[in-house]
């Protein structure tokens, strides 16, 4: 975990998926972003989240996913062109992967303070950003869902910024662990 950093950060604005003769919203299509952001208990300043059962709140102001899935599924998709955000993910992280990172983990990214609380689950809405159906299913398989935090201590954060650990229990389950008790 030692060198790990913000990768990129990333925001979306409202925008709509047609499906089924439906208009559906989404706050999946995040794009990297050059400045500093405000982080706040419950997202990030310029930030949507359109359904707020599944996203945001305080124990998912910020959706993380590691960096270093994103060669996997360029293969698995064959879309060589997959940039951060491209999960609908806040922050496109290097260093902190399911397999390290534990339940209640507290890191420092910038003047923040962020925890670990959970998996992500894949909605249709990726599948759908994807262009397939099936690709929920292939990313729930894979394991590869990255992770929900919450805000400890609101600051700004911006890409390139450390993520440093302040606290972690041993005792703990990983994220991958809690992806397979959860979804396996």
Known sequence: MAGARLRSLNLAAPRVFRTRG???ATGIFKEPVADRVALTR???????Q???RYHGGPN?????YPWEHYAHFREVLARPDLSPGFFGENFTTEGLLETDVRVGEAFRVGSAVIQVTSPRGPCFKMGLKAGSPA????LLESRRLGFYLR???????GAGDAIARVSSDSEAPTIAEEITRRYF
């Open 22 to 24: 439906r208009e559906v």
């Open 42 to 48: 419950l997202t990030l300043t310029g930030d949507v």
């Open 50 to 52: 359109i359904d707020k």
């Open 60 to 64: 998912r102001a910020v959706y993380a």
């Open 135 to 138: 690709f929920v299913r292939q």
């Open 151 to 157: 805000v400890l201590e609101e600051g700004e954060v």
